[in-house]
């Protein structure tokens, strides 16, 4: 069963505008949250990361926010760029344990 | 080149046959993983290293073998490829002490069983 579930496997968003990405989990041992960025034919490279003490973390463009009662946690880009469009996969992982991955969530950021 | 590299990138093999996917990274980092990835599942972890010689299995590991006798290599072996072990393999790297840190992966290699 899926532990780490991204509902929409496609986004489109128009350039300048913000893309918001989600991702739910059913693990409340998870307290460890990674978000990957893949385009085609290559491997994922690491976006963002948040530890289960923070509600949010920020790196320019990129933020993710964390809702621990809720078991969620969601991806925001502002502004969106056409460079964005990809595959966004965020994975969880419990006490030191291997991680779990989405499915993930194709973004087409329209110029 | 520095990083981690996988080859081949695209296989087709027949089922029942012997085929191994090769990993190499030039970082030294201690940990290294499989992965493979399929429609509606994501990156499933296969096998994972923690160092040269120690192995463990990951989520999906059935019908794979691995093997770290140096520190870069990590291979992967489909000992009898099946027709559900079409997918796209992802080897990954990590220079922490654990499981649950930032992984950087290889380009993947696309393995057709026919």
């Known amino acids: 069963d899926q532990q780490v579930k991204q509902n929409s496997p496609s986004l489109s968003v128009q350039e300048g505008r913000i893309s918001i990405l989600n991702c739910d989990y059913t693990?409340?041992?998870?307290?460890?949250f990674l978000w990957y960025k893949k385009y085609p034919a290559e491997g994922p490279t690491f976006l963002i990361s948040?530890?289960?003490?923070?509600d949010k973390n920020e790196d320019g463009r990129f933020t993710v926010f964390l809702n621990k009662s809720a078991k969620h946690l969601s991806l925001h880009i502002v502004p969106s760029q056409p460079g964005d469009s990809a595959v966004y996969f965020c994975?969880?992982?419990?006490?030191?344990?291997?991680?779990?991955f989405g499915t993930g969530t194709s973004l087409t950021v329209i110029p | 080149d520095a990083g981690i590299t996988q080859s081949p990138r695209y296989k087709i093999t027949e089922t029942g046959r012997q085929v191994t996917l090769m990993c190499h990274q030039t970082?030294?980092?201690?940990?290294m993983f499989w992965y493979r990835q399929d429609l509606g599942h994501g990156l499933r972890l296969i096998y994972y290293?923690?160092?040269?010689?120690?192995?463990d299995k990951g989520e999906v590991p059935d019908g794979y073998v691995v093997s770290r006798s140096k520190t870069e290599n990590f291979p992967l072996t489909l000992e009898s490829a099946t027709r559900s072990q079409t997918s796209v393999y992802f080897c990954?790297?990590?220079?922490?002490?654990?499981?649950?840190?930032?992984?950087?992966f290889g380009p993947g290699t696309r393995l057709t069983v026919t």
């Open positions: 970082w030294s980092h201690s940990y």
């Open positions: 290293s923690a160092a040269a010689d120690i192995t």
């Open positions: 693990n409340s041992m998870f307290d460890y």
């Open positions: 990954a790297s990590s220079g922490a002490r654990g499981l649950d840190y930032e992984q950087y």
């Open positions: 994975a969880a992982s419990a006490a030191g344990n291997q991680f779990y």
């Open positions: 948040i530890s289960s003490i923070k």
